[in-house]
Structure formats: C-alpha cells, structure tokens
C-alpha cells in the first residue's frame, strides 16, 4: 500500500496535465445536421456561406450560423468567458451554399468583408486559409480582404455593419 501512495500523486499530476494538454487543443467538431445556432437559434444547415463555432474551456460549444456572429461574440463577447477554440471554414473548398468540413483557426483565417455573396443573417464575412484565395473571392465578388486582426467590433455589429450599411 505504501508504494501505491508514492506514485499516486505522480499518476495524478500526469492526469490532470494530460487533460489540461487536451483541452488547450481542442480542434473543431463538425455540427449534427440538426445543430442550431448559438444566438438565434437558426438550424445552421438551411443557410448559406461559412459557420463558426466556439469551444470554451468549460467544455461547451457553440456553434454559429455565420462568421458575423461568431466574429461578434469573440470581439463583442456579452459574457467573459475562456475560449478553448474558435473556427470558421476555408469557403475556398467548402461549397458557399451547403457548408461542410474544412473549419480553419478563426484567428488565423482571412476574411472578406462587404461582397456580394450573404449568408445567414445578409452580409457575412467569407472566410479563407490562404490570403491568394481570399483575394480570388474579392475580385469575383468584391469586398475588402482582412486579417482576423484588422476586424474591429464595430465591423461585427449584428446591427447591419458587416456590410458597411449602418442605417435602419
């Protein structure tokens, strides 16, 4: 019993790095077919353009059903909470009008802002790996391209401010 006792706390550290280590890692989860989205309660599956999705270090996740949403939960949170996760899709390979697979660091990803192509909630911002392929969505649909960082709150109103429309 003695020997137990000596490499039980070891055994324990171990552990609780272990699940430490995987919940800082935590990468996307593709939604069910029924998922819904966080804010409005939209089935994601019956609207266009890319979905976003938040994995919080408690566990849960929500799921967005366009990347205006998401953007503005992560800029213009309502609550603090720790983030584990967040991702969009590569509209690069992903088709615009039934989204599926190829979810991308949201932080890391390109997004173009202004096009013409909507999504869920009207404007929304096509997100994009590679800058080249964002820049290739932009000339065919027009709009401006940034970086995850160039996105001000203001731009993620979920008053109309994706599209640059401010007015009622």
Known sequence: MSSMRRWM?????LLLAACAQQAATVGPV?????????LDG??????PG???????????????????????????PEQVRAVAGAYTQDMAHADWDHPQGHWIDATKAYYVRGSRRGGSMGPSLASFTERADAEAFA???GG?????TQITPDMVRLDGGAGGDMGM
Not at 30 to 37: I, T
Not at 50 to 68: N, R, V, W
Not at 144 to 148: N, P, T
């Open 9 to 13: 706390p070891g055994l324990l550290v």
């Open 30 to 38: 593709e939604p069910r077919a029924d998922a819904h989205c966080e």
């Open 42 to 47: 939209m089935t994601l599956a019956d609207y």
């Open 50 to 76: 890319p979905k976003g999705q938040i994995h919080y270090a408690d566990g849960k996740t929500a799921y967005f059903c366009d990347t205006l949403e998401l953007l503005s939960m992560l800029l213009r």
């Open 139 to 141: 000339r065919q649909y």
């Open 144 to 148: 401006e391209v940034l970086g995850y």
